[in-house]
């Protein structure tokens, strides 16, 4: 099928004129245009920096493959221990967590370090691609710019990918975005020379994050579908995903032969489903309300521009939108997209409307005024949500940090003080890095338990809660009873603390009851932490046969 250049042209128009091959090459004068983005990136960064003493969330896990790799020889593991009793599967894309071990092993940085600084420099060095994938897409240097300022300052691109977990999900974002742009050459532009970036770009995406390769592969095939649907582009697109596949063969052919296929169904149905995110009317009016103003704007922008991109005829964007909604959910990636749409409307549709009814002097004072109100009001709450100053968790502040110096305090003392073999509960979110700092097993979290298949998944996310939640040591010992659960030791956080991501502030009843129990005996304590052992021949083997009693 012939090339439909209608397409083309109907989502390259805009308010400045159209950028020339010619232009594209010359990466060095585009500088000034990305310059609002990647200061605005770089600002939040380093407000995350300082509020920040350790990375917010949790990377323990990854860490924790990372040491089992180099330990291996940088041979692929096949189980990864301290995670539950019998350690978790490995089939994680493992491209990350080379670089880790790599990193490790060269410069000996601790891994809260890595997980504090790498996933905001990730973060920052893909606003370029995103900037040039915007440029291309939309036409214009000017929309491009606002795009690409738009997602560095929105908090819920940035609550995944400048956190301790940012340490896949940014490099998998820069992969990604790099591999589009790749596509959108090739498919529009009809340059063969972008196959075998495109390919590369795909392979990378594959063997870092399994959610990101699935925003890469429709993005692309809507790309496809948009611009091309020729028997050439379908030539090319079928020779990108075949070559990223086949590159990618020594990760998956071994978690295959190792695990089986059931691994990968295992862990896809643990997350949900394609539309099982999408908010009712009644979920969107009470996340709008309890959302910051800047964040509120920019979800409703891109519902108008849609509206607007449509009445234009302009399909690919709301097309786009529409099915990273359909298909991906993540907030992250509507977000992403959605800043395509608002620029897109907002400076090729709102504001020649605007210079239209405006006085020449009335033009230059609005706009002046808004492009300063725009740029303090997103810097400001980004910086703000990464400074973990945001109620974003049901009243909890925004990037919680998963553990301080009395709980890696703690963890030391494990480690030093501690049998190889002792077993731990540990509540709260600490739990996720303790097999990684401590050396030592945790029995209950669900981290790595996803390639164990949705009921295992469940069962361990659901002790996890419920333990961490118990305000006295009677409750605990119902739950480790119920769950059949028998561990050495018992890791208490004091005072402030959370559970997935959410606040909690416990008593002091927990600590006094447990130093009142016969069953737990004091064996370290500091200002944030009591470590208890569990008294021999407690729980019992056999659990009783209903659940505790709510306490």
Same mark, same amino acid.
Request: net charge negative; glycine share 8%; aromatic share 12%.
């Given at each position: ?75 692929? #593991? ?21 670089? &880790? ?48 300022? !738009? ?13 301790? =977990? ?10 990604? &975005?790099? =591999? ?44 496809? !579908? ?13 020779? !990108? ?19 089986? #296929? ?6 896809? =149905? ?30 409703? !922008? ?18 786009? &939108? ?112 303790? #097999? ?16 164990? =298949? ?95 009693? #709510?306490?």
């Amino acid at each position: 099928m012939a090339r439909e250049q209608t397409h083309t042209t109907q989502e390259t128009d805009s308010t400045e004129s159209r950028i020339m091959d010619d232009g594209r090459g010359k990466t060095a004068g585009e500088l000034l245009w990305m310059a609002p983005a990647l200061v605005a990136g770089v600002c939040i960064f380093l407000f995350y920096l300082e509020s920040h003493q350790y990375p917010a969330f949790g990377a323990g896990l990854y860490f924790r493959i990372a040491e089992e790799i180099a330990a291996n020889g940088y041979a692929l #593991p096949e189980r990864i221990p301290g995670y539950t009793a019998d350690g978790v599967p490995f089939a994680y894309p493992p491209l990350m967590f080379y670089v &880790l071990a790599a990193l490790q092993d060269l410069t000996g940085l601790r891994a809260v370090t890595i997980a504090r600084f790498l996933p905001g420099i990730v973060s920052v060095a893909y606003l370029v691609p995103l900037y040039f994938l915007a440029r291309d897409l939309l036409g214009s240097r000017i929309q491009a710019t606002l795009a690409a300022f !738009v997602v560095a300052v929105s908090p819920p691109v940035l609550q995944w990918h400048i956190s301790a =977990g940012g340490i896949v999900r940014a490099p998998a974002t820069l992969f990604a &975005l790099t =591999g589009i742009y790749a596509c959108l050459r090739l498919f529009r532009d009809d340059e063969r020379r972008w196959l075998v970036p495109a390919m590369v770009a795909f392979a990378l995406t594959i063997l870092t994050h399994p959610v990101y390769t699935v925003f890469f592969a429709v993005s692309a095939l809507l790309l496809y !579908v948009s611009f091309d649907r020729s028997v050439r582009g379908f030539a090319s697109g079928a020779a !990108v995903a075949v070559g990223g596949v086949v590159l990618t063969a020594p990760w998956w052919a071994q978690v295959l032969a190792t695990h089986g #296929p059931a691994v990968f169904a295992a862990a896809a =149905g643990t997350h949900g489903g394609i539309g099982s995110s999408i908010p009712t009317v009644d979920q969107f009016v009470r996340r709008f309300l309890g959302e910051t103003l800047f964040l509120s704007i920019w979800k409703v !922008v891109p519902v108008v521009g849609c509206l607007y991109l449509l009445a234009q005829r302009r399909y690919f964007l709301p097309a786009w &939108l529409a099915t990273v909604i359909l298909t991906v959910e993540k907030p992250r990636f509507v977000f992403l997209v959605g800043a395509f749409v608002s620029a897109a409307f907002l400076l090729d549709g709102l504001l020649p409307r605007l210079r239209r009814e405006a006085t020449a002097l009335d033009r230059e004072e609005t706009v002046a005024f808004s492009v300063v109100a725009f740029a303090v009001l997103g810097v400001s709450t980004g910086a703000l949500y990464a400074a973990g100053g945001v109620d974003a968790h049901a009243g909890s502040p925004s990037l919680p940090q998963f553990v301080d110096d009395g709980e890696v305090a703690a963890m030391d003392w494990a480690e030093r003080s501690t049998s190889p073999d002792a077993r731990f509960v540990v509540l709260g979110d600490a739990a996720e890095w303790f #097999p990684q700092q401590a050396d030592r097993t945790i029995l209950v979290g669900p981290w790595g338990v996803e390639w164990e =298949g949705q009921d295992a998944y469940r069962q361990q996310l659901h002790q996890f809660r419920r333990t961490s939640r118990c305000e006295n040591a009677l409750c605990l010992s119902g739950e480790l009873e119920q769950a059949g659960v028998h561990p050495d030791y018992v890791f208490v956080p004091k005072g402030k603390y959370t559970v997935r991501g959410m606040k909690k502030d416990r008593g002091e009843a927990m600590v006094t009851t447990m130093l009142f129990s016969p069953q737990y005996h004091l064996a370290f304590e500091n200002d944030d932490v009591a470590v208890f052992r569990v008294a021999d021949g407690w729980p019992p083997l056999d659990p009783p046969a209903s659940a505790p009693e #709510p306490r």
